[in-house]
């Protein structure tokens, strides 16, 4: 009889219809639960012990058009709508309420606040795209990712801050503040912690690593590897591949590639580097370095050719040279003996016979030794002890250098001087040399040879008028004896 009077009661509350403002207050007892139902389904119910509130349905509310209509709260924000056209707004104040773009996705507090007719994006994370205007199909993902960008079309940030000032399009970046600083750049690809964080206007540049390309402000540039061109500021058309290499560049068409690799390399140009540590010192133009270590010694050297492990120059100034291997190579193969050189008439000037000959050759000293290289031994002081066994034949830079000094030809080039520690010799040079010196034998040898056949013609004519002689002679003495025996016969 209570239950029906109580539901009687509830009823009558339910459908009458006050003229006046009124609060209701129903309190639970401990453990109670407040329920609503029919006879059979459960719809919703709130436990006293737990505050839990169980629906057992859909939550249903209308589309979003304005502040008071489809809009979820938490506490006094506003958290969840989907104002416009199929656009889903979730965070507290993400998204507004005047925007005419459609078909975004956001997640995160302050996300997408200023979009006007921007379509099509996607932005997780607090205040991503943040000031997206008219952009179309960005896509931010990580707290502040494209933060300042009104205007610009696909790009892809992955991670907090990362292209964070952008306003252009085609971009992509993954990793917290990669491309950071990025604004009118175009088509940029960077993946890394702080990749590209300080471009500003540079285009087509892709950087791959942590801080690659992280100074960089200018175009075309491929960086892969840990602080691959972490300074390249100005430099255009680079090439960088392994940890720290080009990480100096401020300069353009330069390829480097592996650990190090032209590391030092500010304002030289058009080198290339490779190998783990090639060129590592490098500031000149030009050069070609290799191998492992090939070139490590160069500073400021230009058109150089080093190709082997170690393989360098005279010294790291040095211009225009090609250095094969290292101290240790002993033999030069290929499939011919000699090398081809320019040697066209057209190119040259003041022709005229060589001077130097047989008289410079025989003051020159071919020696038989053994190699004892200082570079063998710690202190670089030889004391014979890692001496080679056999010897071998060839001549002394020193000697060299004082006969051509004394016959006044050092323009013959015998001697290389560029490191004072290591002369190096020249024997090609002294090719012509050589070949003048035949010449001059030969000249000799036919000199004596003619003479030769005037004395032969001289000794003929000789031996035949000696044997002219004899015949008369014998002719005399013939008749002489005739003569004798025509006497006697008279007597």
Not at 263 to 268: F, H, I, Q, V, W
């Amino acid at each position: 009889m209570k239950a029906k009077l109580f539901i009687l009661v509830l009823s009558g509350l339910l459908s009458c219809r006050p003229l006046f403002s009124q609060n209701i207050t129903n309190t639970l007892g401990t453990s109670g639960v407040f329920t609503l139902k029919d006879n059979s389904v459960t719809y919703l119910s709130l436990s006293q012990s737990t505050g839990n509130l169980s629906l057992n349905r859909s939550f249903v509310l209308p589309n979003t058009t304005s502040t008071t209509t489809g809009v979820l709260y938490k506490g006094t924000d506003r958290f969840l709508h989907n104002y416009g056209t199929d656009n889903t707004f979730l965070g507290i104040f993400s998204g507004n309420f005047t925007m005419t773009g459609s078909s975004n996705t956001v997640m995160g507090v302050s996300a997408f606040s200023f979009n006007a007719s921007g379509s099509l994006n996607t932005a997780v994370g607090r205040s991503s795209l943040n000031s997206n205007n008219s952009g179309q199909s960005n896509s931010a993902l990580g707290s502040y990712s494209l933060y300042f960008n009104q205007s610009g079309w696909n790009n892809t940030a992955v991670g907090s801050n990362s292209l964070y000032s952008n306003n252009a399009s085609s971009n992509t970046a993954v990793g917290s503040n990669s491309l950071y600083t990025n604004s009118t750049g175009t088509e940029n690809t960077a993946t890394g912690m702080e990749a590209l964080f300080f471009n500003l206007a540079g285009n087509y540049n892709t950087a791959l690593g942590f801080r690659s390309l992280r100074w960089n402000n200018s175009s075309l540039n491929t960086a892969v590897g840990w602080n691959s061109m972490f300074s390249n500021i100005n430099g255009y058309e680079n090439t960088a591949l392994g940890s720290n290499s080009l990480f100096n560049n401020n300069s353009s068409g330069n390829t480097a590639i592996g650990y190090i690799s032209l590391y030092t390399n500010t304002t030289g140009f058009q080198n290339t580097a490779v190998g783990h540590h090639s060129l590592q010192l490098n500031n000149g133009s030009y050069n070609t370095a290799l191998g492992y270590n090939a070139g490590s010694i160069v500073t400021t050297g230009l058109n150089l050719t080093l190709i082997g492990i170690d393989a360098n120059p005279t010294s790291g100034t040095a211009n225009d040279q090609v250095t094969l291997g290292n101290g240790f190579v002993n033999s030069l193969r290929c499939n011919v003996q000699t090398i081809t050189s320019l040697s066209d008439a057209r190119d040259k000037k003041n022709i005229k016979e060589l001077s130097l000959g047989l008289d410079f050759i025989t003051k020159l000293h071919p020696r038989q030794f053994n190699w004892d290289k200082r570079e063998w031994y710690d202190n670089n002081v030889s004391d014979g002890s890692k001496m080679k066994e056999l010897p071998t034949a060839g001549f002394i830079a020193q000697e060299l250098d004082e006969a051509q000094t004394t016959a006044g030809v050092e323009w013959l080039n015998l001697v290389l001087k560029d490191n004072p520690e290591k002369w190096e010799a020249t024997y090609g040079n002294l090719l012509p040399v050589v070949v003048k010196a035949i010449q001059d034998l030969k000249a000799e040898n036919d000199e004596l040879k003619n003479k030769n056949e005037v004395l032969e013609e001289r000794l003929a004519k000789y031996e035949q008028m000696q044997n002219t002689l004899v015949k008369k002679m014998e002719e005399l003495e013939s008749k002489n004896s005739d003569t004798k025996e025509i006497k006697l016969g008279e007597k």
